[in-house]
Every structure is written in C-alpha cells, then in structure tokens.
C-alpha cells in the first residue's frame, strides 16, 4: 500500500488503515503488515506541514479513542509474537508524538491517558507496564500522579513480581517510575544529592 | 518560641515512596519472590541510582542492629552480593591486602555490624543467606586479589554443608560460586606467581608474603581435591558426588592439575598446580564408572579419559570387570561395564585391548544365534553389550 505524504491523500486512508490494524481474526502476516501500514501512516501524519489544522480536523474522536486504545487492545488479541509486540509499542510511541502535534491540549490529553492506563483493569500486565513507563516519562508530573492516583502503586508491583513471566516488565516499569519521581522531585528541591 | 520545623528533602521523601515498602514486601515473601526482585528489580535500581542503593544498606543494616530482627537478613545479604558487582562496597576500591583481612568482614564493619555476624550467616538455616553470603566471601571484583587463610579457612568450613544440599537450583547457585572462586585462585595466582618472578609486586608485598599467597592457595587447592576425593566414597549421595565431581571439572578446565591433558582456553595460567590421580583418587573414579546416576559415571569417564600416564590404571582387572558389568541385568551396571569396555579401547595402545568391540560383536550375535531366549534373557543380557556398541559408535560415553 502506497502512503503519501500529503493531508488530503492521508485522511481518506485513516479509518481503512485503523480498522484493518485491528483485525484480529486475520492471518499473523496481515496482522503485522496491517499494522505495519498504520505505523508508516503515523509517521507521515507527523511530518505533514499544519497537521492541526489538516489532519486533526479529518480524526473523529471516536477514531482517535480507537487508535489510543489499539495499543493495549491489540496486544490482547493479536498473536503472541515478538515482532507484533514491537510494533505494537512502537505504535504507541508514534500515536503520542501524533497526538502533540494535532492536539493543543495534549499535555491534559497525556495526563488523562496515563490516569485511564494506570486505572484500567484487565489490561496486560506487561503492556501496562510498557505504557506507564512511556506515559510517566511525558506526562507532567507524571511519576508523582502514578503514586498518588494508586498510593499502594509500589507495593502492588512489587507483588507482581512473584509471578515470574512479569518480573522483567514489572522490575523496568517500577525502576523507570521510582527513577523518574527522583527527576521530578530534584526539579522540586535542588537539595536533591544528585546520583 | 521558636519552632524548628525539620523539612524534609527531596532525597528522603524519595526514598520513602519505595524503601519501607520494598523492604515490607522482602520481610514477608517467599525465597522465590525474593530472587525475582533480586534479578529484576534491585540491580537496576542499584545501576541507576547507587546512592539511594547505599542508603537502603545502611537502613537495612541499621534494622538489623537496632531491632535484632533477621527476617530481613535474605534481602539484606542479597542487596550486599549487588553492591559488590556494582563496586558500591568500600573495599572494593581497596588494591592492597592488609593483614589478611576478610573483605566481606570489611564490609559488614563499614557498615556498623560486629565481625562475628558474618561467620553466623555461613551457618544459618536459610539456604539464600547461606548462598549469598559464600558468594559475598569468595567474590571480589578485581580478580586477582588474593584470598585470605582465614578466608580459606571458613570456605572449608562451610562446603560440607553447601555440596550436601539437595535443591536443584541453589546447587547450581553454589557451583556458580564455587566456578568464580576457582577463576579467582587461578587468576591471583597467576599474578603472584609473575610478580614474584620479576621481584615487583604491584600489591606492595614482598617476595615472603607473595610466596605465602602462593604456599596457602596450593594448599587450599590441594584440600579440595582431597575434599572432593571423600566426596566420591562409596555411599555418598548422588548430591555430593555430582558436585565434587563438576568441582574437579573446574579445577581441571583451568589448568590446576599437572596428570591431565587439558587443552586450557585462558592464557591466564594458574600459579599452583596439583596431582589428581592418586591411588586412591583413581580407584574412587573408575568405581564411579559404574554409579546408578549416569551423569555421575560421564562425570567420572570424562576425568579418566584426560589422564596423561594410562598406564597407572589397573587395565586388566576393567577389563575383565567391565565384561562382567556389561553382563549385569542391572542397566547401570551394564552401562557401567560398557563404559569400562570403552576406556580400554580408547587406550587400546597402551593396554593392548584393541579388538574390544570385535569381541563384544562376536559375543552378541553367538549368544542372539543360540535361539536361548532363556539365556539371553535370563544369564547373558544383550542391554550392556549394545550400550557399548553404540557408545563406541557415537563415540561418547
């Protein structure tokens, strides 16, 4: 599939791209090509010139939900292969460096995301993890919001860490938090002793 | 009046987020969960932020002093083996030996608990404390510092019970431990050993104290063999045996014994060498050929196979018990005597046992031709014989 890189051949591709990037009861190959697609198509929305005022116009709300939540979605239902998990983390990346660009609200729209993962039950663990870890990184105060919104946040991940296929995610995820409060916190109090 | 407000810092409200419940979770999780968050969870902290690391130390250690509370000791000891690979630990910085100190002990010090605590952690029930707390005694990050008398002299105390240990995974652990402990005496004997040949010592000593280092690692090395040697008697579990016999692998990989032919990767060679074979070693390996657990009698075959003078080995009587072994209709006694009909074979140049296998060919098919299922079932089982067709065959045994 040939993308373009201007608006107007963009927009129309949208909603072909996102719901094929969704299909889960397609073959591994389609999975990944489909998804494949929309992270080029990312790429290229980014790079339009005044994608707020050409793109953003051209994604229903209902569309964009749809891309946030493809992420944590998809991870669930597509096959459970290293190279769709990839892209799958990639995607969201990419839908995040997107949403700053289309969006002028996108700090509020990155904090509200981060509060929706961070409470959002059922969700893969590992895939939250991955999705915190980014979130808190780009959020404003976003390590700060993690342990107040879950005050047991710590402990929770910690007993995590019992179940062994969740270790490495979990153990990444809580030192890139924790990590991150010392940065803000330094930001606070530049008594801080540095590392 | 005046009111003083003690305001904390951002380093302290930091470390509150995260201390008092990691150390909550430790105090009540299993081992298990315990080495996850030792693998996942506090090296990359450590990496990251090697202050607060430190901080979490010395708060343990405070705990442990002012409470008297050891729930805490796995974790603890754990956080210590960290600190050590990450070179947080004050000693490690250390290049010289002073006095023969024990650097673990050092370490425990610097951080205000009695020296007399580390020997009991040796001795303790729990298994990881015991694990960490061998590893924390014979690891040091640079290699080539030697080890301490006092520190040899609790190793010996303490591998008895180490090699006795039945948990799979902690065997492993140990051997682990006990694989860098070998890498270390060849490596700081293999310093020594150059610097007493140039008569400069980058470690300060003199020629009388690097001949010392020398003269107690060897006789450490020398009671290790010894220690492994008893390991192997008759009637030891299969625990034991298997971990002196890898021990002695170890030490044979790195070139520490002068009767085996050893193709040594490292040019890092070690200081001390000893003798394996004795008399009694040899007869306590070849017995093993025959042992129940077949990674046992490969263990045991392997060593044999390397000896550099075959003629020390009793060939006649292997021979013979190995062709009454391979008749046994006990399967491993048979792969026993086909291991045995192997090494004759294998040093058929020296024994003159050169048509093994011809005669073990000529004895199956007479005793398969006879039609005596009775026979071959009952007095001549065929199990050994074609057991040692094929280890000849694939040429492993």
Not at chain 1, 23 to 44: G, H, P, V, Y
Not at chain 2, 50 to 56: E, G, I, Q, S, V
Not at chain 2, 106 to 112: C, E, R
Request: glycine content about 6%; aromatic content about 8%.
């Amino acid at each position: 599939m040939l993308i373009c890189g201007s608006a107007d051949r963009l927009i129309p591709l949208f909603p072909q791209i996102l719901a094929s990037a969704s299909r889960a009861d397609k073959n591994q190959e389609f999975q990944l090509a489909a998804l494949d697609a929309l992270s080029i198509w990312l790429l290229r929305a980014t790079r339009t010139s005044n994608p707020s005022t050409t793109v953003a116009p051209g994604i229903s709300p209902y569309e964009w939900d749809n891309l946030i939540s493809l992420s944590w979605i998809r991870w669930a239902s597509a096959p459970n292969s290293n190279a769709i998990q990839k892209i799958i983390k990639e995607l969201f990346s990419k839908t995040l460096v997107l949403q700053r660009v289309l969006y002028s609200d996108w700090k509020e729209r990155e904090i509200a995301l981060l509060e929706r993962v961070l409470l959002l039950a059922g969700m893969d663990l590992k895939i939250q993890c991955h999705l915190i870890e980014v979130l808190v990184r780009r959020a404003p105060e976003g390590a700060k919001r993690v342990l107040v919104l879950r005050n047991t946040w710590v402990v929770d991940m910690l007993g995590e860490m019992k179940d062994s296929s969740n270790g490495p995610a979990v153990g990444k995820c809580l030192v890139g938090v924790l990590m991150t409060r010392r940065k803000e916190l330094l930001d606070e109090d530049p008594q801080v002793t540095p590392y | 009046m005046k009111i003083w407000l003690t305001r904390k810092n951002g380093h302290d409200l930091w470390l509150e987020t995260w201390k008092e419940p990691l150390l909550a979770t430790i105090g009540g999780s299993e081992e298990s969960h315990i080495r996850l968050l030792n693998k996942y969870f506090l090296p990359t902290l450590s990496k990251e932020c090697p202050h607060a690391f430190n901080d979490l130390l010395q708060s343990m250690a405070n705990d442990i002093l002012k409470k008297k509370q050891t729930s805490g000791l796995q974790a603890f000891m754990l956080c210590l083996n960290i600190a050590r690979r990450e070179k947080l630990l004050p000693d490690d910085g250390i290049f010289t030996l002073s006095a023969f100190l024990i650097v673990a002990i050092l370490a425990f010090t610097d951080l205000g608990l009695p020296s007399s605590f580390f020997h009991s952690l040796l001795t303790t029930t729990s298994f990881t404390i015991r694990v960490s707390a061998f590893d924390f005694l014979t690891f040091h990050t640079h290699q080539k510092m030697p080890l301490s008398k006092p520190c040899f002299h609790l190793i010996q105390s303490v591998l008895p019970s180490l090699f006795a240990e039945q948990d799979g995974e902690f065997r492993i652990e140990i051997l682990r431990s006990i694989r860098s402990l070998i890498l270390r005496i060849r490596a700081s004997t293999h310093s020594t050993s150059k610097e007493l040949e140039k008569r400069t010592s980058k470690l300060g000593n003199i020629e009388a104290e690097l001949t010392l280092i020398l003269t107690e690692a060897g006789d450490f090395v020398k009671w290790l063999v010894g220690f492994c040697g008893e390991c192997i008697c008759p009637g030891r579990s299969y625990y034991t045996c298997s971990m002196a016999l890898k021990t002695l692998h170890f030490l044979c990989e790195e070139g520490f014994f002068t009767d085996l032919e050893v193709e040594v990767k490292s040019g890092v060679l070690s200081g001390v060498h000893v003798e394996l074979f004795s008399s009694s070693m040899l007869r306590l390996l070849l017995d093993r050929l025959a042992d129940g657990y077949d990674e046992v009698a490969k263990l045991a075959c392997c060593l044999i196979e390397r000896i550099k003078d075959p003629t020390r080995i009793p060939w006649k009587t292997l021979y013979d018990t190995g062709r009454e072994l391979c008749l046994s209709r006990r399967a491993d006694k048979a792969e026993g005597g086909a291991r045995a009909l192997c090494l004759c074979q294998h040093f058929g140049k020296v024994n003159g046992y050169t048509n093994v296998w011809e005669d073990v060919w000529d004895s199956l098919v007479e005793d398969v031709k006879t039609g005596n299922l009775q026979l071959v079932a009952g007095e001549n089982p065929l199990h050994g014989r074609l057991v040692a067709l094929r280890y000849e065959l694939l040429k492993s045994y």
